[in-house]
């Protein structure tokens, strides 16, 4: 297997998986203002394909719920605004938006740890995880992009600025490095400061 082979075809399904949800949320939450949107991920890409996003009404209700937690209110906030594992939406309601793309991603994920993806390093001991975490990267850059020209996040219930990205339910710094690398790309000057901010405190 070559994962060059499957770029192209992981980039259309993850695309149009993103496309199907987003018109879900906008015939089902047309009354909330969403501040959010990612792509989300189980640690060490199993299970990949999802999709996360979050209110701004869960938000504030949020920052109330948990402010004993943190040392202030702006502290609470920011934590909120850049961890979905405290958001209120999640694309598994439709599942099957995703079905495609979690298929192909099963096989890549297969042929992975079988060592059959002749396109990685495998001259080393050990599976070239960085290589498999590069095209995921990639791809991902490419798909959130490919979104923001199609300009389906410029209408309600999206706000205009919008936080984008790939997210993990608990990710380790090595993870949030990937999510920073992501942010970069595909994020405002404002938002990627306070992701900046919140993974690398």
Known sequence: ???????????????????????????????????????????????????????????????????????????????????????????????ENFRDINELVDNINKAYYDDEIEDLNTTSKDLDYVGLENFFREAIIVVINQLKASKCFDSNPFESDLLLGLQFPDPDMDLKELVLKISEQVNSPQWHKKMLASYRP
């Open 1 to 95: 297997m070559l994962l060059a082979n499957l770029k192209n075809k992981f980039i259309e399904l993850l695309y149009n998986s993103c496309i199907k949800d987003i018109a879900h949320i906008k015939e089902n939450y047309s009354h909330e203002s969403f501040f959010s949107y990612c792509i989300y991920c189980d640690d060490g890409f199993d299970s990949f394909f999802d999709s996360v996003g979050c209110t701004k009404k869960w938000l504030n209700e949020q920052v109330q719920t948990l402010k004993q937690y943190h040392k202030n209110e702006n502290e609470t906030l920011l934590y909120i605004e850049t961890f979905a594992a405290e958001w209120n939406y999640f694309g598994s309601e439709k599942i």
